[in-house]
């Protein structure tokens, strides 16, 4: 069994926070799937996130911590803690002491740095609190804005899966894999 994926209750740069998702994010949560319709294809639902899909997914995510398996977290804003994105944890591996991450940034937000910062957060806790060796991220080959987004975090690109997986809609994109180690100097 794994260990239960623990985290400081926020870690932030003094620009972004990555803490967990409350019950007021909710509505903006679901109100950025609402003003970007592609926002669900790119990270893997069928369907847009509505408020009460986010709750159903937020009470799972506390038996996911504690088996060890995924972890989700806001992307806030740190001069008034208003929801700009999220950032899951997920595929860990504690024996290969790695994990993959995803994320996104609501459409207002795009552009400012607030992916590239949540992605360095992401590094320091998953390398420096979990004491993991990579992090990787999967994205489609066209999606460059997370190709650049993990390029400034200081992820290397490392190969094309060529239709890799199969979407709801059918489509079976190639996807870029791109990583960081530890051992890698930060982004």
């Known amino acids: 069994m ?6 400081p209750p926020r870690v932030d740069d003094g620009v972004v926070v990555l ?15 609402a003003d970007d319709p592609a926002l669900h294809r790119r990270v893997g639902r069928a369907t847009p996130h509505t408020e009460r899909s986010i709750a159903e997914e937020t009470a799972a995510e506390v038996r996911a911590r504690e088996r060890g398996t995924w972890a ?14 999220a950032l899951l944890l997920h595929d860990v591996s504690w024996r290969h002491r790695r994990a993959e991450v995803g994320l996104w940034v609501a459409p ?6 607030a992916g590239t910062r949540a992605l360095a957060l992401a590094c320091r806790l998953v390398f420096g609190h979990l004491g993991f060796d990579r992090l990787q991220l999967f994205t489609e080959t066209s999606n460059r804005a997370m190709r650049a987004v993990a390029a400034r975090a200081g992820f290397r690109e490392e190969g094309v899966l060529r239709a890799y997986q199969r979407e709801p809609d059918g489509a079976r994109p190639d996807i870029v894999i791109a990583a960081r180690l530890a051992s890698d100097p930060p982004g």
Do not use: Q
């Open 2 to 7: 794994s260990p239960p994926l623990a985290f």
């Open 72 to 85: 989700r977290f806001a992307i806030a804003r740190a001069r008034d803690d208003a929801l700009g994105g």
């Open 108 to 113: 207002a937000g795009r552009g400012s740095g």
């Open 19 to 33: 803490r967990p998702l409350r019950e007021p994010d909710f509505a903006p949560f679901a109100r950025a799937f």
